[in-house]
């Protein structure tokens, strides 16, 4: 089992940025890829970024630019940095890791809410 904790979140005016953490407890051993989603107001949920255990990124392509996923492997931490925040940007933001075993858990999600 893998226990996954957010934090960072929190309501923020357009344009700052933001630095999301997401650490992971338990059996760490058998994180494999970690990730960031995220779910707006009435939306279904989406992949925001995702980092290997060998540090390679993915990100989705409408959201390339602004985020930056990063990942301290002896911490058991994964970060999502955020710039020029848009209101658009207001969503509960999810950290999800998948193990070796192919097994995937998720957070209870930290909500940003960008708003002046």
């Known amino acids: 089992q893998v226990q996954l904790v957010e934090s960072g979140g929190g309501l923020v005016q357009p344009g700052v940025s933001l630095k999301l953490s997401c650490e992971a407890s338990g059996n760490t051993v058998t994180i494999s890829t970690m990730s960031w989603h995220r779910q707006a107001p009435e939306k279904q949920r989406e992949l925001v970024a995702t980092?290997?255990?060998?540090?390679?990124?993915n990100y989705a392509d409408s959201l390339k630019g602004r985020f930056t996923i990063f990942r301290d492997i002896v911490k058991n931490t994964v970060y999502l940095q955020i710039s020029s925040l848009k209101p658009d940007d207001t969503a509960v933001y999810y950290c999800?890791?998948?193990?070796?075993?192919?097994?995937?858990?998720w957070g209870k999600g930290t909500l940003v809410t960008v708003s002046s």
């Open positions: 999800s890791v998948r193990s070796v075993y192919g097994i995937h858990y």
């Open positions: 980092i290997t255990s060998d540090l390679n990124t």
